[in-house]
């Protein structure tokens, strides 16, 4: 109802709410990147320079290494970030909410070759697009995604209201989205909370501001968090 969200729920039966990274925030990690790992090239290559021959045949392997395991190693041993996922706060992750492994690693860098096809990611951004999640060739295949690194939770205390039930029954998700609303409206403006009670016109048949009070007070009084009198 709010945003984008992939819910996966675990065994243990805890939902999890992931939030796939769109193609831009992925642009500037990967450049980032690039960035990084041109700049070790650069350094590399001119260590080795000293050394002749040797030294070219060194700063091939290098270019390979740089490559194909910079990705690898840092999605697998930190937390699926790279230097440019972390700095852009993105994190690859199995599409289960695990964290990502070897072998998911391995087959999603191992399809850049299709996904950079052809020209400039053209496959990679065209499949993003196009999927909900927002996965290339590569993640579709590995069954990972690129998900936002969730930020620490702040609690939200709803102010105690007079109690409004709903005039209809409603169901579990429904609910929920009810009590998610009220708990993300401090981050909101008051312009797109009117947005949203809104598309409830229908049901509380009010708009504007008196919307999202109603809303609110329907939250606390689900959470039981609100006075019976008047």
Same mark, same amino acid.
């Given at each position: 109802?709010?945003?984008?969200?992939?819910?996966?729920?675990?065994?243990?039966?805890?939902?999890?709410?992931?939030?796939?990274?769109?193609?831009?925030?992925?642009?500037?990690?990967?450049?980032?990147?690039?960035?990084?790992?041109?700049?070790?090239?650069?350094?590399?290559?001119? !260590? +080795?320079?000293? /050394?002749?021959? #040797?030294?070219?045949? *060194?700063? %091939?392997? @290098?270019?390979?290494?740089?490559?194909?395991?910079?990705?690898?190693?840092?999605?697998?041993?930190?937390?699926?970030?790279?230097?440019?996922?972390?700095?852009?706060?993105?994190?690859?992750?199995?599409?289960?909410?695990?964290?990502?492994?070897?072998?998911?690693?391995?087959?999603?860098?191992?399809?850049?070759?299709?996904?950079?096809?052809?020209?400039?990611?053209?496959?990679?951004?065209?499949?993003?697009?196009?999927?909900?999640?927002?996965?290339?060739?590569?993640?579709?295949?590995?069954?990972?995604?690129?998900?936002?690194?969730?930020?620490?939770?702040?609690?939200? !205390? +709803?102010?105690? /209201?007079?109690? #409004?039930?709903?005039? *209809?029954? %409603?169901? @579990?998700?429904?609910?929920?989205?009810?009590?998610?609303?009220?708990?993300?409206?401090?981050?909101?403006?008051?312009?797109?909370?009117?947005?949203?009670?809104?598309?409830?016109?229908?049901?509380?048949?009010?708009?504007?501001?008196?919307?999202?009070?109603?809303?609110?007070?329907?939250?606390?009084?689900?959470?039981?968090?609100?006075?019976?009198?008047?």
């Amino acid at each position: 109802m709010l945003d984008t969200e992939h819910r996966v729920e675990t065994p243990e039966g805890v939902a999890l709410r992931l939030h796939p990274a769109g193609v831009m925030s992925r642009a500037v990690a990967w450049a980032i990147d690039f960035v990084v790992r041109l700049s070790a090239l650069m350094i590399g290559s001119m !260590v +080795l320079g000293f /050394l002749g021959k #040797t030294g070219a045949g *060194l700063t %091939l392997i @290098l270019l390979f290494l740089i490559y194909w395991l910079y990705p690898i190693l840092f999605e697998v041993l930190r937390n699926g970030q790279t230097i440019g996922k972390r700095a852009m706060g993105l994190r690859v992750v199995h599409a289960n909410g695990t964290p990502v492994g070897w072998l998911a690693s391995f087959l999603r860098n191992l399809l850049r070759t299709v996904d950079m096809l052809p020209v400039l990611y053209g496959f990679g951004v065209l499949a993003s697009l196009a999927d909900p999640q927002c996965r290339r060739l590569g993640d579709r295949v590995a069954g990972t995604l690129v998900v936002h690194e969730p930020k620490p939770p702040v609690k939200t !205390v +709803l102010p105690t /209201l007079q109690a #409004t039930h709903p005039p *209809l029954a %409603l169901s @579990l998700s429904e609910k929920q989205a009810i009590i998610d609303f009220a708990e993300r409206s401090p981050g909101l403006t008051l312009e797109r909370q009117e947005e949203l009670a809104e598309l409830l016109q229908p049901m509380i048949e009010r708009r504007g501001p008196g919307a999202v009070r109603h809303l609110h007070a329907m939250a606390a009084t689900l959470m039981g968090r609100a006075e019976a009198g008047a």
